[in-house]
């Protein structure tokens, strides 16, 4: 278990989990991109969902203003419909993960992306308003994305920066909305997860409690962040997701030609 292959996604989870802490992302951006390289898309979803889920729950009821309870009530309470969508929306995508290529998924979400960040260059920031049919479209689209390609943090994000500057909402709804995302990979993939070698379990073990670790780091050191270089680091982890899935579309449909 503990060749240098193990040993180095431990320490990239480590990493990513810092991150995670202090934008509310990072997780499966980083992790994805890495298992990616070395496993099928569907087999790097499937590992990553655990190490995940266990990071969302925790950035979504640790920190903030609120307590756990607090933290679980007044979130709930106020992004429930989009919640909702999102894990709607999560089956439906990691069923489209098993029906069409991702390829195709991807470069539309790169596509998104570059005008969303351009924008924000530009001066032209994008306001959504909270209204019941755009948060039930954002919900949906994000939980598809996510479902299908592991990056419904995208969509989400671009919608909760136009909606909020607050950086602890940002963090906390989108991780939410990315928690209900994983329990609907849970439901749809039970067979995959069933199947994982012994191995794998244990490097999934491995990955989360190092995880948990240096996500209470992150999570202390975004206490220190403003709001607005909260914004920037965001921005720049859009740019650099942006790249990452328009760069695996090109890759994969090179591949189907």
């Given at each position: 278990m503990f060749n240098f292959e193990n040993l180095l996604l431990t320490f990239i989870f480590a990493v990513a989990s810092v991150l995670h802490g202090i934008s509310g992302i990072g997780v499966t951006l980083v992790a994805t991109t890495a298992?990616?390289?070395?496993?099928?898309?569907?087999?790097?979803?499937?590992?990553?969902?655990?190490?995940?889920?266990?990071?969302?729950?925790?950035?979504?009821?640790?920190?903030?203003?609120?307590?756990?309870?607090?933290?679980?009530?007044?979130?709930?309470?106020?992004?429930?419909?989009?919640?909702?969508?999102?894990l709607l929306g999560s089956i439906l995508?990691?069923?489209?993960?098993?029906?069409?290529?991702?390829?195709?998924?991807?470069?539309?979400?790169?596509?998104?992306?570059?005008?969303?960040?351009?924008?924000?260059?530009?001066?032209?920031?994008?306001?959504?308003?909270?209204?019941?049919?755009?948060?039930?479209?954002?919900?949906?689209?994000?939980?598809?994305?996510?479902?299908?390609?592991?990056?419904?943090?995208?969509?989400?994000?671009?919608?909760?920066?136009?909606?909020?500057?607050?950086?602890?909402?940002?963090?906390?709804?989108?991780?939410?909305?990315?928690?209900?995302?994983?329990?609907?990979?849970?439901?749809?993939l039970r067979d995959s997860l069933i199947a994982l070698p012994t191995s794998d379990w244990l490097l999934i073990g491995l990955v989360t409690t190092v995880s948990v670790i240096f996500l209470l780091f992150g999570i202390r050191l975004r206490h220190y962040l403003s709001q607005h270089r909260f914004r920037q680091l965001v921005l720049v982890i859009l740019t650099v997701l942006g790249l990452r899935v328009g760069w695996q579309g090109i890759t994969g449909l090179m591949s189907l030609i």
């Open positions: 298992l990616a390289s070395l496993y099928p898309l569907q087999h790097a979803i499937i590992l990553i969902i655990f190490p995940s889920f266990a990071l969302n729950l925790m950035t979504w009821l640790i920190g903030g203003e609120r307590s756990v309870w607090g933290n679980f009530t007044y979130y709930l309470k106020h992004y429930w419909l989009l919640a909702l969508m999102s995508g990691v069923k489209l993960l098993m029906w069409v290529d991702s390829s195709y998924i991807l470069l539309l979400l790169a596509a998104v992306i570059a005008f969303y960040v351009i924008s924000n260059a530009l001066g032209k920031k994008i306001i959504l308003p909270a209204t019941t049919p755009v948060l039930i479209a954002t919900g949906l689209i994000a939980g598809i994305v996510g479902g299908s390609t592991n990056a419904m943090s995208t969509i989400l994000l671009m919608y909760l920066l136009g909606s909020t500057d607050d950086k602890n909402t940002i963090a906390k709804v989108g991780n939410m909305c990315y928690l209900l995302g994983k329990v609907a990979q849970i439901i749809v």
